[in-house]
T-cell receptor, first 110, second 115 residues
């Protein structure tokens, strides 16, 4: 079993839709959770960082963590074509290494 | 915000030659830097962790003699791919962590093509 599982997609939605991206993880000791956005041939860009269960909101983005279910989500409201990218969930371990999900490719159609 | 500069953004080299990739933290001191490799449509795979002034720690299966990592200062880490072969062709990405930053800042990546 992979430590972090993520549906690779692709996920195609119309402009303005609410997008839901999800990951599950296996180790209940993980505490720090991140979402990155990666455009083609570019390095990942940090979108959200959280370490507790619950919701964290930043503009159109909401990160949700459910530690009891070992489930993390990223919601994008009013999605735009410029949101088309690969979204990677990541978990920071106690040794500060990041474990990435496989990434979900998102396409927002105009 | 924190910025990590990675150069070159792309490089083409002949088999058997060596290539050096630089990763610089521009506005913060990076006590720890990480090097990743990413194949098309796949996630990032951690290759090694480097701490300033000490030897890098390589992940299982990564050849330390092929992928030489140097972290000589708090703002610069380098990855040298030695005796490159076509199977080393990939997208290499560095990231840096600062103790005072919640998160990791990534470079823009280097696309290496070995012909």
């Amino acid at each position: 079993q992979k430590e972090v599982e993520q549906d690779p997609g692709p996920l195609s939605v119309p402009e303005g839709a609410i997008v839901s991206l999800n990951c599950t993880y296996s180790n209940s000791a993980f505490q720090y959770f991140m979402w990155y956005r990666q455009y083609s041939r570019k390095g990942p860009e940090l979108l959200m960082y959280t370490y507790s269960s619950g919701n964290k909101e930043d503009g159109r983005f909401t990160a949700q963590v459910d530690k009891s279910s070992k489930y993390i989500s990223l919601f994008i409201r009013d999605s735009q074509p410029s949101d088309s990218a690969t979204y990677l969930c990541a978990i920071s371990t106690s040794s500060y290494k990041l474990i990435f999900g496989s990434g979900t490719r998102l396409l927002v159609r105009p | 915000g924190a910025v990590v500069s990675q150069h070159p953004s792309w490089v083409i080299c002949k088999s058997g030659t060596s290539v050096k990739i630089e990763c610089r933290s521009l506005d913060f001191q990076a006590t720890t830097m990480f090097w990743y490799r990413q194949f098309p449509k796949q996630s990032l795979m951690l290759m090694a962790t480097s701490n300033e002034g000490s030897k890098a720690t390589y992940e299982q299966g990564v050849e330390k003699d092929k992928f030489l990592i140097n972290h000589a200062s708090l703002t610069l880490s380098t990855l040298t791919v030695t005796s490159a072969h076509p199977e080393d062709s990939s997208f290499y990405i560095c990231s840096a962590r600062d103790q005072g930053v919640n998160g990791y800042t990534f470079g823009s990546g280097t696309r290496l093509t070995v012909v």
